[in-house]
């Protein structure tokens, strides 16, 4: 199936021609670039959930909730445990969102494989048994596939709809807000629902919709936002599936609807772009435009963080360690999301880890004194996150709005200007990070997958569960990738 018609646009709300779409998209419909990419953004998310099981906060996340759930049929990634599905979703979302380097969407932002691969394994899982005690057909890799592109092609859209980054600046975690029905269609998918069953589903998730973006101070509740959406998604698919009536018509709603309620009070001269849930659907695909972290912090600081590394490379002898206190002043200019998001300094020391991953001026500290910003750069051990040639910088660093960056392929921009003692001062403005001005080839991806996966397990099976997933077409059965995961991994801080 293709672009959506127009006389069916006509006829019935953009919920129903959404879940229509859904319903009806076949691997056919879908470039063949397409399907390679979403291989490698699924790649990408399990390297990201094999690194996060067991860094310190997943660890006592974990321990907590095992303390309270029962054992279920739901594999848990990185450990030889399982949960019920709702509660083995939330978790694997918070593993993949764990160290703050999977993917995000620069125009809508959310971190779409957090939410595609905790809901659909926990579908595919919940599916071996039915209810009468016998077999259901196993879920392919191509079936997980399809449901997969469904989350990354669904997600952006809503988000674009309520202005993106715009619930950044208001305060909402956004991903975690326009998530859950991407993830209520992606779990949908795998059950193989009706167009109408897959609404009720939709329905059902938004309801559930949350997200508080105060999260980002302190505490390890931000690691499992996206868990939220995981959840609220695959629990409205497993309502649905039984036949559990949900909201129709929840985003297009005047009076209590998902775009109006989101957008309340944002000064747009459109309150919500309706038109963006269906726009160009089977033509222009999102999946591409998911961009790849190469930096283990918010991606709305990553130009700013390439702007010091180009400085950096040009002006080395200013730049060297030894001559960093001669610094007087670094002055950032953003884009609204990414000030609103990342344009503060932390006042505790020491930073929590959370904290140092969406503060701009701790980010571009640590970028200034260690020439990277991985996830070594925000651990808390051994006083890391303490260090006074660090907090020295951020003292100095001042963060300001500058309306250019907010153009829709700049938000993850960046302009930075450095002052030092003798009166030298250099700047730097990159517009469009590493993963925006183009995407990350596929071989940088299986890069980053092996360096992180290489980092918790041994080489065979790093390299087994590669060959899985870049061959998803040509799998029966995902139940011996999920397998692979469900084996306990080291800790990448050990």
């Not at 931000?222 to 129709?248: P, T």
């Not at 001269?269 to 918010?298: N, P």
């Not at 999301?337 to 020391?349: I, K, N, T, V």
């Not at 750069?377 to 996150?385: C, I």
Request: overall charge negative.
């Amino acid at each position: 199936m293709g672009s959506i018609e127009a006389e069916t646009q006509l006829e019935s709300g953009i919920t129903a021609q959404l879940c229509e779409w859904v319903s009806n998209l076949k691997v056919d419909d879908i470039p063949s670039e397409i399907l390679t990419r979403a291989k490698y953004l699924i790649l990408d998310g399990i390297a990201c959930a094999l690194v996060g099981a067991r860094v310190p906060w997943s660890e006592r996340y974990v321990q907590v909730t095992m303390g309270f759930e029962p054992k279920g049929v739901c594999s848990v990634i990185g450990y030889d445990k399982k949960l019920g599905p709702v509660a083995a979703s939330m978790m694997n979302a918070a593993f993949i969102q764990a160290t703050e380097l999977d993917d995000y969407h620069s125009e809508a932002p959310l971190h779409a494989a957090s939410i595609a691969i905790p809901a659909i394994f926990a579908a595919a899982e919940s599916l071996k048994q039915s209810a009468d005690g016998s077999a259901n057909p196993p879920i392919s890799g191509l079936q997980a596939l399809l449901a997969a592109i469904v989350c990354f092609e669904t997600g952006p859209r809503i988000g674009k709809a309520v202005h993106g980054a715009d619930l950044l600046v208001q305060g909402w975690h956004c991903g975690a807000i326009y998530g859950a029905p991407a993830g209520a269609l992606a779990a949908a998918k795998v059950f193989n629902l009706s167009a109408d069953a897959m609404e009720d589903a939709v329905g059902i998730a938004c309801t559930q919709a949350c997200g508080l973006m105060s999260a980002q101070y302190g505490g390890m509740i931000k690691r499992v936002q996206h868990g939220f959406a995981a959840r609220n998604g695959l629990l409205g698919a497993l309502l649905a599936r039984g036949g559990y009536e949900g909201i129709k018509k929840v985003l297009e709603r005047p009076y209590g609807g998902f775009l109006t309620m989101f957008t309340k009070g944002n000064g747009k001269k459109v309150q919500y772009k309706e038109y963006e849930v269906v726009s160009d659907l089977g033509e222009f695909w999102h999946t591409y435009a998911l961009r790849i972290k190469m930096y283990a912090c918010c991606g709305l600081a990553h130009g700013a963080i390439e702007a010091i590394e180009n400085l950096q490379r040009d002006h080395a002898s200013l730049f060297e360690l030894s001559n960093l206190k001669n610094i007087t002043s670094v002055h950032v200019e953003l884009s609204h999301s990414s000030y609103a998001h990342c344009g503060w300094a932390p006042h505790e020391r020491p930073a929590t880890s959370t904290g140092g991953q969406m503060s701009a001026p701790y980010i571009l500290a640590t970028q200034f004194v260690d020439r990277q910003c991985l996830l070594a750069q925000f651990s808390d051990a051994n006083g890391n996150l303490d260090r006074p040639e660090v907090w020295d910088l951020v003292g100095k660093v001042t963060c300001s709005h500058n309306e250019e960056f907010d153009k829709l392929d700049q938000t993850s921009g960046g302009h930075v200007v450095v002052e030092f003692a003798d009166g030298t001062t250099v700047a730097e403005a990159v517009a469009k990070p590493r993963g925006v001005a183009s995407p990350i080839p596929n071989a940088k991806i299986l890069d980053k997958y092996r360096v992180l996966a290489g980092s918790v397990m041994d080489e065979a099976r790093v390299r087994s569960i590669e060959d899985i997933i870049l061959n998803l077409e040509t799998v029966d059965d995902i139940d011996g990738l999920i397998a692979l995961l469900n084996t306990p991994v080291d800790s990448v801080f050990a």
